[in-house]
């Protein structure tokens, strides 16, 4: 209720202003060559909208860089299958016997004789970064099936692992993150000497932060007599609630479906300390831009007081006068906008990384600034004029004539 | 001084008329009296020059016949209004339609042309933009600055500055001009130029001008003299021209 008694007169002030944008008398060239004549304060102002724009935009490129590479990771007719309450591969544990029931369940597709599954092992290891920092990666281990059901993986260097001779791929990405990952390197792990004799692609997704092997040689390696995951592919995606129940029910399994896309999807959560790290800057940053919008404006409005009287004198109302200020505010900082939305393309497509606090392992990802996104935060800087130009405005609009006559 | 009538002034319909006015303004608890009991009708195409010196309420009555201030007693009826019952909005929108100002420092605004000066208070009326071109280019010419329309203010002369407030202040063809000081920033061969122009303005086209002035040489341009004394109607002088 209070909400919309606080919406409702902004709905009507934003519906009102738009509509004198239109039919303003002010013209709005009077504002923009009011705003070129303060050149210093215009382009401070500017460029403090500006960063605050680049800012924000690349906080929610981070979010949309993550959402990327979990959400392009997922197919809703593959699902994972996890040890009850293990949320995370990582936790999760199935042992031999129950996976060989698994695999033979009725409704995983074939191809020919063979279901389109893929017994898995997912374990960590402490890697140094490019920047010294050390940091765990994901190290999965699949049966040949497994690359069968990541038809976006491909090798862009090298080629795909053998089973049983100690060969590793590694993601494109990662290599540039982490040194010695060159294809013909070796990495240790399990107390073992790995070959890289690849280096693949898989189209943005989570799994350019996975190094991937052979699932006995990684069980041998770290001892492990059980898998992690069964990642299997449905005959059909409508019939998951048909599988879940199914494996949920059978005494022998008592395991937990989910949908690989719902699963990549809980894993975004990854990068949410950084989401509200950044929106916490954000808010910081933009109260500080309002200000120094606010202040640019009450400046303009103190000096042309004169104009202001000139123009009432003429005949302009208040509400002009108004409407006339309101858009230059908004014009400022949505020029600011402009540019720092034009500026955050520069961070487009740079690798990063950050440690998921789920699989306690590091997840590369792109920040990715999509035309939304840059939308998103020119929308964002006119609100900011639209908040920093309001008080200034009201102000020009609400001098006394004869006072403002005078000059104030 | 006993009311002063348009038979005074010269005869014909009053545009202006003003009955028993008074004008205080308020500091704190003390009311400041600045206009008091006056009385005064000006005729159509009158041309009135308010003298006085400073603190005598001549810019005050000034305002208050252009709408741009209240009285706080008495009645003011201008150009067929009484300016007491309008509202804010009806008050701007008389204003636009029936004053034209002419002001000390021209206030023109420095990042528009002459041409976009003088066309600010035709954007106000519903006028298609060829109309409002013709009568800018019209009242450009009256004050022939025509060559000059794409002038900034800062690119201008006093003198033709203060002639393109004038364009502005006519370009909507009001009934009355008020003048505030209109030569108080010029040198003497430009505020000459002025005053003729304004004098055209009345003579020629039956523009009734209210001008303050402490400038006797200006005043000699008007037909009246009103000369005000604290706050009051002190005598009213015929020019002999």
New interface residues.
């Given amino acids: 209720m209070i909400g919309l008694l606080v919406l409702l007169p902004f709905a009507a002030y934003l519906g009102w202003l738009l509509w004198a944008a239109f039919f303003l008398?002010?013209?709005l060239?009077?504002n923009l060559?009011?705003l070129?004549?303060r050149k210093v304060s215009t382009f401070s102002t500017a460029g403090a909208i500006a960063l605050v724009v680049g800012i924000f935009v690349v906080v929610l490129s981070l979010a949309q860089g993550l959402s990327v590479a979990f959400v392009t990771s997922g197919r809703d007719d593959q699902a994972l299958v996890l040890r009850p309450n293990a949320r995370f591969e990582l936790n999760s544990s199935i042992e031999r016997e129950r996976m060989r029931i698994l695999k033979v369940h009725p409704l995983l597709a074939r191809e020919g004789e063979q279901p389109l599954c893929s017994a898995e092992v997912v374990a960590v290891k402490l890697f140094q970064k490019s920047n010294g920092d050390d940091t765990n990666v994901t190290i999965r281990g699949m049966e040949p099936m497994g690359l069968r059901l990541r038809p976006q993986a491909r090798i862009v260097e090298g080629r795909w692992f053998r089973p049983g001779v100690s060969e590793v791929v590694v993601p494109r990405k990662m290599q540039g993150r982490f040194p010695g990952m060159e294809v013909g390197g070796i990495v240790k792990m399990g107390g073992r000497q790995w070959d890289i004799v690849g280096a693949f692609e898989a189209g943005g997704s989570s799994a350019e932060s996975e190094i991937w092997t052979d699932v006995a040689d990684l069980m041998q390696a770290y001892k492990r007599d059980s898998y992690s995951t069964l990642l299997a592919r449905l005959q059909d995606a409508n019939r998951i609630g048909e599988f879940t129940r199914s494996v949920d029910e059978d005494k022998r399994l008592k395991l937990e479906v989910v949908t690989e896309r719902a699963y990549f999807k809980e894993l975004t959560k990854a990068g949410d300390p950084i989401a509200v790290l950044g929106n916490l800057i954000t808010v910081i940053l933009t109260g500080g831009a309002i200000f120094s919008a606010m202040n640019t404006m009450f400046a303009a409005v103190a000096n042309r007081t004169?104009?202001i009287?000139?123009?009432?004198?003429?005949?302009?109302?208040?509400r002009d006068i108004l409407a006339s200020f309101q858009w230059e505010a908004i014009l400022l900082c949505g020029a600011g906008g402009l540019v720092g939305a034009g500026l955050a393309t520069f961070a487009n497509g740079i690798q990063t990384g950050t440690t998921s606090f789920d699989t306690f392992s590091d997840v590369g990802f792109a920040f990715t600034i999509t035309p939304g996104l840059m939308a998103q935060g020119v929308a964002f800087s006119l609100v900011m004029g639209l908040l920093g130009g309001f008080l200034p405005a009201w102000r020009a609009s609400r001098i006394p004539?004869?006072e403002a006559?005078k000059g104030g | 001084m006993p009311a002063t009538t348009t038979e005074d002034l010269g005869g014909g319909e009053a545009i202006i008329r003003l009955q028993d006015i008074a004008k205080s303004y308020w500091r704190e608890a003390l009311e400041i009296p600045v206009l008091k009991g006056i009385d005064l009708d000006i005729p159509k195409g009158g041309y009135v020059a308010l003298m006085g010196p400073s603190g005598s309420g001549k810019t005050t009555l000034l305002?208050l016949i252009?709408g741009?201030?209240r009285p706080s007693g008495g009645g003011l009826e201008v150009c067929g209004y009484a300016l007491n019952d309008l509202d804010?909005?009806e008050l701007?929108?008389w204003?636009?339609?029936h004053v034209g100002?002419i002001?000390q420092?021209y206030?023109l605004?420095?990042?528009?042309n002459a041409y976009?000066n003088v066309e600010?208070?035709l954007?106000?009326q519903p006028l298609s933009r060829s109309e409002r071109r013709r009568r800018v280019l019209e009242a450009l010419s009256l004050v022939n600055l025509e060559d000059r329309m794409w002038n900034y203010p800062r690119q201008l002369s006093g003198g033709q500055e203060q002639r393109v407030a004038i364009a502005?202040a006519i370009v909507t063809d009001p009934d009355l001009l008020v003048a505030d000081e209109p030569t108080g920033a010029l040198d003497h061969k430009n505020a000459e130029e002025v005053l003729q122009l304004m004098e055209r303005l009345n003579r020629e086209l039956g523009k009734t001008i209210v001008m303050v002035t402490h400038d006797p040489k200006a005043a000699h341009h008007a037909r009246h003299q009103i000369h005000l004394e604290k706050g009051v109607l002190d005598r009213m002088v015929e020019v002999n021209q």
């Avoid at chain 2, 605004?109 to 528009?112: D, G, I, S, T």
């Fill in positions: 008398p002010v013209p060239s009077y060559r009011s070129w004549q004169k104009e009287g000139m123009l009432r004198a003429l005949g302009f109302r208040q004539l004869t006559m | 305002n252009a741009i201030d804010d909005d701007a929108a204003r636009n339609a100002f002001f420092n206030n605004v420095p990042v528009l976009e600010l208070p954007l106000l502005r």
